[in-house]
């Protein structure tokens, strides 16, 4: 399998602009989780899924912030209008199982908002 | 608010010694406490976890020594490499539920 996927890794905007993350999560994984990485706030949980429908949302940190799963192999993290202070690492986890409580971290993306 | 504390932010062992790495949580309800590794420009990856019904799990190098009665909990990386230069999490969570949160994060550096 070739894990969790993610792109772009890499992405630079401008302050305003629209940024689309992209997901594919493990095939047959049931969950999928979107963190934000900073030095300051380390890993923060932003949104998760189960079974594509939205769980707890109560980490997206304001309305510019939106997640979808339209289907099991998809999900994207939409900030609209982007901000400087948006710049971070973002991660797609994913998880098979309920109680193990065990995610499959993508390699994130690098987010640079100017 | 942070519910998981993680103590030391930074961590310079030498080749061949014991890393420890320490957490505290505040939350009773959590019950399920696992550790990520994380190197440059890679995701975080479970290493070892452990839940509160016993006190200490060992993988290898690896050590987590859980601490019921005070909410502490610790990694002990034994004989460190410098192959374990990386960012470690704890974390933890509830039973059944997905909702993992994580500790600040240690940068350790194992030094030859």
């Known amino acids: 399998d070739a894990g969790v996927i993610q792109s772009p890794r890499h992405e630079v905007t401008e302050m305003g602009q629209e940024v689309t993350l992209r997901c594919k999560p493990i095939s047959g994984h049931d969950y999928l989780f979107w963190y934000r990485q900073t030095m300051m706030r380390g890993l923060e949980l932003l949104i998760y899924f189960n079974n594509n429908v939205p769980i707890d949302d109560s980490g997206m940190p304001e309305d510019r912030f939106s997640a979808k799963m339209p289907n099991a192999s998809f999900s994207t993290l939409k900030i609209q209008p982007s901000e400087p202070r948006d710049s971070a690492v973002y991660f797609c986890?994913?998880?098979?199982?309920?109680?193990?409580?065990?995610?499959?971290f993508g390699p994130g993306t690098r987010l640079t908002v100017t | 608010q942070q519910q998981v504390k993680q103590s030391p932010q930074s961590l310079i062992v030498q080749k061949g010694g014991i890393s420890i790495i320490n957490c505290a949580y505040e939350?009773?309800?959590?019950?399920?406490f696992p550790w990520y590794q994380q190197f440059p420009g890679k995701g975080p990856a479970l290493l070892i976890a452990i839940r509160p019904d016993v006190s200490e799990k060992k993988e290898g190098r690896f050590t987590i020594s859980f601490n019921k009665s005070a909410k502490q909990f610790s990694l002990h990386i034994m004989d460190s490499q410098p192959g374990d230069s990386a960012t470690y999490f704890c974390?933890?969570?509830?039973?059944?539920?997905?909702?993992?949160?994580f500790g600040i994060g240690t940068k350790l550096q194992v030094i030859p």
């Open positions: 974390a933890a969570s509830t039973g059944g539920y997905q909702k993992v949160t």
């Open positions: 939350n009773t309800a959590f019950d399920y």
């Open positions: 986890a994913s998880s098979p199982i309920v109680e193990v409580h065990e995610q499959y």
